[in-house]
């Protein structure tokens, strides 16, 4: 992979932090884009030369855009771009406001269709796009309806990309993690019961790490994977054979402590 040009969306921190470090172990010369500016350029001077960062907001096109012009002017060339942004909301349907179910799905999906697009225009023969989407794109789970939604849409966002792409010679796939530590999870492993009952429901045992997702991404983006395309690989440690967490029920439980 040596020599290759990557873009990491949302890689300051958690799943794609973990990435850039991997890809840049692998002979990349990674961007880490991400909104959080001062922790962006903090990952960059981590990795050193010849890596560097950039702004980017997810729900703004005007910026996803730029970040690929940019990166295509600096580094001449553009292979793989892999997208970590994404967040989530808690709440009940009939409780749950529809600006906040917008807001999850304007970075969740639109965000990702917005990087799609662009990276797509400037990838070319050989070029991979590895999007991030989730358990929850198969599994429901109470009180995260947005997040569901929006996943499962990206779910099937990379499929329709990949027929779009792959006559370009560009492979478009995406990992679908279970619960995996990480800022983004924090709030929800606070709640007492939620990874033991995660636990419990998991075949292998255990919550995954950032370093378990960042391994499949890797391999998404090598050469080792080249007529894979279209694929929504599942890494949740057998999570998907059970069911999800409660997150409502002990909430609750603890608000009535």
């Not at 999906?109 to 990087?115: C, K, R």
């Amino acid at each position: 992979m040596s020599a290759r040009v990557a873009v990491i969306v949302g890689g300051a921190s958690g799943i794609g932090w973990a990435t850039a470090q991997k890809l840049a172990g692998e002979g990349c010369r990674v961007t880490i884009a991400d909104r959080n500016t001062e922790l962006a350029s903090q990952r960059a001077t981590e990795l050193g030369e010849p890596h560097t960062w950039a702004e980017v907001e997810v729900t703004d096109e005007a910026t996803v855009a730029r970040l690929f012009d940019d990166v295509v002017a600096r580094e001449g060339g553009l292979h793989a771009v892999v997208n970590c942004a994404g967040f989530s909301g808690f709440g009940l349907i009939t409780d749950l406001d529809a600006e906040q179910f917008r807001s999850v799905i304007d970075v969740c999906l639109n965000g990702a269709f917005l990087v799609i697009k662009h990276a797509g225009r400037h990838l070319g023969e050989g070029g991979t796009l590895v999007s991030l989407t989730s358990l929850n794109a198969r599994q429901p789970a109470i009180g995260m309806s947005a997040y569901c939604s929006a996943k499962a849409g990206l779910s099937m966002l990379t499929q329709v990309a990949a027929l779009e792409l792959g006559p370009r010679g560009i492979r478009v796939n995406a990992v679908a993690p279970g619960f995996v530590h990480t800022p983004l999870t924090e709030g929800a492993a606070a709640i007492p019961g939620v990874v033991e009952e995660y636990v419990e429901n998991t075949a292998l045992g255990r919550p995954g790490t950032p370093e378990d997702i960042a391994e499949a991404v890797v391999f998404l983006c090598s050469p080792q994977s080249s007529w894979m395309t279209g694929e929504i690989l599942d890494l949740n440690g057998g999570a998907h054979l059970k069911r999800y967490p409660n997150i409502n029920e002990h909430l609750t439980r603890l608000m009535n402590q």
